[in-house]
Antibody, heavy 120, light 111 residues
Framework: QLKLQESGPGLVKPSETLSLTCTVSGGSISSSTYYWGWIRQPPGKGLEWIGS???????YHNPSLKSRVTISVDTSKNQFSLRLSSVTAADTAVYYCARHLRISAPVDPWGQGTLVTVSS | QSVLTQPPSVSGAPGQRVTISCTGS?????????VHWYQQLPGTAPKLLIYANGNRPSGVPDRFSGSKSGTSASLAISGLQAEDEADYYC???????????FGGGTKLTVL
């Protein structure tokens, strides 16, 4: 059974860079079938797709965040990562990593999510 | 403001049927992109409930059904149970944004 687990700092200072890693177990991230994505949810609010990466390294981003987002994949560690630069309080959210067949496909499964708070 | 519009809340008594709408536009649902639905119980990650407009993943009760017409989609829940109380989100793809998009979410209250 495929499992995804987010990890990274729970507190980031304003203007700094948020960095998270998703570790995939129970399957290979190198599969040519899937995309690996990041989705976030501010406290009490809805879901927002951040972006996704293909095993080859090709990336796709939400245009509202594109200039600040870097998503990469490390097939040797079966992990993929998110970096979000110049964060503000508006970036405080639960960050989920997940898998999907293509950008328009359903997201399944999801990681359990990790709360990142932006505060000095 | 979400690209896909959902009612903020719906409610129903146990045993009743409720529907949740998801309204889009000609660049997403109306452009024939599939709609998917998720259930999010309090404090947990979203769970895929309906994919490709009306298909249920293994393990999802047939009380849950989905449909799509024109620029809108709907999730129906029949035989409402207390355990169905959760937030529900629709998702599709928007060709104008070249992005996956979600609805703002609907909170279902079981009275």
């Amino acid at each position: 059974q495929l499992k995804l687990q987010e990890s990274g700092p729970g507190l980031v200072k304003p203007s700094e860079t948020l960095s998270l890693t998703c570790t995939v177990s129970g399957g290979s991230i190198s599969s040519s079938t899937y995309y690996w994505g990041w989705i976030r949810q501010p406290p009490g609010k809805g879901l927002e797709w951040i972006g996704s990466v293909y095993y080859s390294g090709s990336t796709y981003h939400n245009p509202s965040l594109k200039s600040r987002v870097t998503i990469s994949v490390d097939t040797s560690k079966n992990q993929f990562s998110l970096r979000l630069s110049s964060v503000t309080a508006a970036d405080t959210a639960v960050y989920y990593c997940a898998r999907h067949l293509r950008i328009s496909a359903p997201v399944d499964p999801w990681g359990q999510g990790t709360l990142v708070t932006v505060s000095s | 403001q979400s690209v896909l519009t959902q009612p903020p809340s719906v409610s129903g008594a146990p045993g009743q049927r409720v529907t949740i709408s998801c309204t889009g536009s000609s660049s997403n649902i109306g452009a024939h992109y599939d709609v998917h639905w998720y259930q999010q119980l309090p404090g947990t990650a979203p769970k895929l409930l309906i994919y490709a407009n009306g298909n249920r993943p293994s393990g999802v009760p047939d009380r849950f059904s989905g449909s799509k017409s024109g620029t809108s989609a709907s999730l129906a829940i029949s035989g409402l149970q207390a355990e169905d109380e959760a937030d529900y989100y629709c998702q599709s793809y928007d060709s104008g944004l070249s992005a996956s998009v979600f609805g703002g979410g609907t909170k279902l209250t079981v009275l």
